[in-house]
């Protein structure tokens, strides 16, 4: 295939990512798949990535997302250099066929903007938008931008200017699915997990509840804010309260942490992380808000753990309820559902993982979508 992508990954963090970096991570996940397929990709981002693409360019050395504390202007000032990069870049050259951007809201509208002198564009929605019309509103004249989602869930609640652009979803991937019903059965442990960052629409304070009312271990891991190991947090102090999460987290889940029966392990990573879900007997996602693509969600199935879950976002569509996890409305119902969980069988789980959510799978996906968009755009 003859295709010349350029993959808008933004000015925050490098690519693949240092740590946390879920847009990042996606990117990281798919290019080299893409490439199998023949497409060449021209990145955009930090020069600091280290992602093999065919070519690249970038405005700022490294990651800025330390800025994103900054006043407002100073983040948007951020944004529009990089994307007045990104626009020189599409402005001195004819031979990329389509952008795919990933940089939330003002790359879609840079790109509306630019007309008919822009390549065809496909943004992919990376949160729940719900919340943010505003930052969408103008797409007028936009139509060679395009809009995908990372479920059916999340595009059906995305403000109505982005349903109209919409080309469809494309569900998050994991590396870990490539080859997950050949994997050895992890021994399986007593223990729950969440896995993900400790906030009120991950609802991990329900979880920790739970644990204690069903007597069944826990571990809750990721970050508090910005803050990734427990002995952090406890040496930021009283100043670490004025983000959001961590009063949330020392108002709503520390009370049930005991160190015990439920602990808070920080964010785990690499084999630490992989060992810890594939080991559990169900990984538990007790949301409070709805979920857009849930790279956790997959990346439990690919390790053979089968998940429960409040029925949110777009947890329906990744979670055959009954076969790869448990799936309710009904928050109390989930002390039930938590021990039913490890009736579940892991291998159902690690085959809807091999055969749904691969990277190759992904990127396949993406292709059609280019192609779709392309026509859409030569379509007067
Ligand atoms: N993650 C991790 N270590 C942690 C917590 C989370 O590596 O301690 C990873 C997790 O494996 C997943 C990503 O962070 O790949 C979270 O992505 P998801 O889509 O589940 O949630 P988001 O944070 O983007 O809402």
Redesign the pocket.
């Known amino acids: 295939m003859s295709l010349t992508v350029l993959m808008n990954a933004g000015p925050w963090l490098s690519v693949p990512p240092p740590?946390?970096?879920?847009?990042e991570?996606v990117i990281a996940t798919l290019v080299p798949e893409l490439r199998r397929l023949g497409v060449r990709v021209v990145l955009a981002s930090v020069d600091s990535s280290t992602l093999p693409v065919d070519e690249k360019f970038s405005v700022f050395p490294d990651g800025q997302f330390h800025a994103l504390q900054r006043p407002y202007n100073q983040v948007c000032g951020i944004s529009q250099a990089h994307l007045s990069g990104v626009v020189r870049v599409l402005h001195s050259r004819d031979d990329i066929d389509l952008v795919h951007d990933h940089v939330e809201a003002v790359g879609l509208a840079t790109l509306a903007a630019m007309g008919p002198d822009a390549p065809p564009a496909l943004h992919t929605l990376?949160?729940d938008l719900a919340k943010h019309p505003e930052l969408y509103g103008n797409l007028d004249g936009g139509d060679r931008v395009r809009v995908s989602g990372?479920s059916a869930s999340q595009l059906a609640r995305a403000p109505r200017a982005l349903r109209e652009h919409s080309v469809g979803h494309v569900h998050?991937s994991?590396p870990l699915a490539v080859g997950a019903d050949r994997r050895p059965r992890a021994d399986k442990g007593d223990h729950l997990i969440t896995?993900?960052?400790i906030n009120p629409?991950?609802g991990q304070d329900v979880g920790a509840r739970l644990a204690h009312r069903v007597g069944v271990p826990l571990v809750l891991?990721?970050?508090v804010g910005p803050y990734?190991r427990p002995e952090d947090l406890a040496a930021a102090g009283d100043e670490a309260r004025q983000n959001p999460d961590v009063r949330f987290f020392y108002d709503e889940v520390a009370p049930h942490v005991d160190g015990d029966l439920v602990r808070w392990?920080?964010?785990?990573?690499?084999q630490e992380?992989d060992d810890l879900?594939a080991g559990a007997r169900a990984s538990l996602f007790p949301l409070r808000w709805e979920?857009?693509?849930?790279?956790?969600?997959v990346?439990s199935l690919a390790l053979g753990t089968p998940v429960v879950a409040t029925a949110r976002g777009c947890l329906p569509e990744l979670i055959e309820n009954g076969r790869t996890g448990l799936l309710t409305t009904d928050e109390d119902e989930l002390g039930d559902l938590l021990l039913a969980a490890g009736l579940l069988d892991p291998d159902e789980c690690r085959r809807e993982a091999a055969l749904r959510f691969t990277p190759a799978v992904m990127a396949e996906r993406y292709v059609d979508l280019y192609e779709r968009v392309r026509q859409l755009a030569a379509t007067p």
């Open positions: 740590g946390y970096g879920g847009i991570n990376h949160w990372v998050l994991t896995l993900g960052r629409g991950k891991a990721g970050p990734h392990v920080g964010t785990v990573a690499g992380r879900v979920e857009p693509g849930g790279t956790a969600v990346e």
